[in-house]
């Protein structure tokens, strides 16, 4: 029995997998945002799906409001 973050993540995985634009990673600006953010460019690259990555100190408005465009994943 899984829990809900796995589910979630199984399902993110499928949608990124199967997703036709670039993919946007916003990491945090701290040692495992860094890592996290390195990970994720490095599974992307290797699926061959592009990728636009940015490390922020901290997440505003205008970041939070690009993670809602249509087509934005």
């Given at each position: 029995?899984?829990?809900?973050?796995?589910?979630?993540?199984?399902?993110?995985?499928?949608?990124?997998?199967?997703?036709?634009?670039?993919?946007?990673?916003?990491?945090?600006?701290?040692?495992?945002g860094?890592?996290?953010t390195?990970?994720?460019?490095?599974?992307?690259?290797?699926?061959?799906?592009?990728?636009?990555?940015?490390?922020?100190?901290?997440?505003?408005?205008?970041?939070?409001?690009?993670?809602?465009?249509?087509?934005?994943?």
């Open positions: 029995m899984g829990s809900k973050l796995e589910s979630q993540l199984q399902i993110a995985a499928a949608q990124a997998k199967t997703h036709k634009g670039p993919i946007r990673i916003i990491g945090h600006l701290d040692a495992d860094l890592c996290a390195a990970i994720l460019v490095k599974a992307f690259l290797r699926l061959g799906k592009r990728q636009d990555s940015e490390v922020v100190q901290q997440l505003d408005e205008h970041l939070l409001s690009l993670a809602d465009q249509p087509g934005t994943l």
